[in-house]
T-cell receptor, first 116, second 115 residues
Framework: AQKVTQAQTEISVVEKEDVTLDCVYE???????LFWYKQPPSGELVFLIR??????QNEISGRYSWNFQKSTSSFNFTITASQVVDSAVYFC?????????????FGAGTRLFVKA | DVKVTQSSRYLVKRTGEKVFLECVQD?????MFWYRQDPGLGLRLIYF???????EKGDIPEGYSVSREKKERFSLILESASTNQTSMYLC??????????????FGPGTRLTVT
């Protein structure tokens, strides 16, 4: 079965705290792609990052970092020194041959509140 | 930058009306998608298209149809709107080759209310 689980429904932090959003995926494919998207209150989903299954290097982009671990089927997202503008719903997603032509399966999302 | 636009941000229609939601992308992407997003249910795929005049059913196609006459345009049609189709509708596009393959780019969404 192809599945993406984001166990955290909502997280609330105070500005400048670090926060990690968890993502666990299931797939039987050896080639697959993982993604994170951000949906701010305006509603438009914004692509943040793509990782393919052969690249386990962690990635850092400013205050954002991603930790991909195939051994635990996890692709976690950390925001360092959070800001109010980070308040949004964050979706983890998976595309793989078994999802049907690399269709994207989304997790349920984690709503992040960052308080000033 | 990829730009995906949707014809309306907010739409109010009456039960039984025929509703057209339009989506246009400007990056020559082969694939286009329609999702609906409801609280507690996440994003669910309605239909997608991998080429002009081609379409495939997603997870919840009942009550909807689509049209793709040109590569840049993908329309979602509610033949006879019902109250249970009140939702946020999101259009997306992507390419399946190249550096940005499988990355989806979304429009701003259309919040449809059927009364």
């Amino acid at each position: 079965a192809q599945k993406v689980t984001q166990a955290q429904t909502e997280i609330s932090v105070v500005e400048k705290e670090d926060v990690t959003l968890d993502c666990v995926y299931e797939t039987r494919d050896t080639t697959y792609y993982l993604f994170w998207y951000k949906q701010p209150p305006s509603g438009e989903l914004v692509f943040l990052i793509r990782r393919n299954s052969f690249d386990e290097q962690n990635e850092i982009s400013g205050r954002y970092s991603w930790n991909f671990q195939k051994s635990t089927s996890s692709f976690n997202f950390t925001i360092t020194a959070s800001q109010v503008v980070d308040s949004a719903v964050y979706f983890c997603a998976l595309s793989a041959p078994s999802t049907g032509g690399f269709k994207t399966i989304f997790g349920a999302g984690t709503r992040l509140f960052v308080k000033a | 930058d990829v730009k995906v636009t949707q014809s309306s941000r907010y739409l109010v229609k009456r039960t039984g009306e025929k509703v057209f939601l339009e989506c246009v992308q400007d990056m020559d992407h082969e694939n286009m998608f329609w999702y609906r997003q409801d609280p507690g249910l996440g994003l669910r795929l309605i239909y997608f298209s991998y080429d002009v005049k081609m379409k495939e059913k997603g997870d919840i196609p009942e009550g909807y149809s689509v049209s793709r006459e040109k590569k840049e345009r993908f329309s979602l049609i509610l033949e006879s709107a019902s109250t249970n189709q009140t939702s946020m509708y999101l259009c997306a596009s992507r390419r399946d080759t190249g550096k940005s393959r499988y990355e989806q780019y979304f429009g701003p969404g259309t919040r449809l209310t059927v009364t």
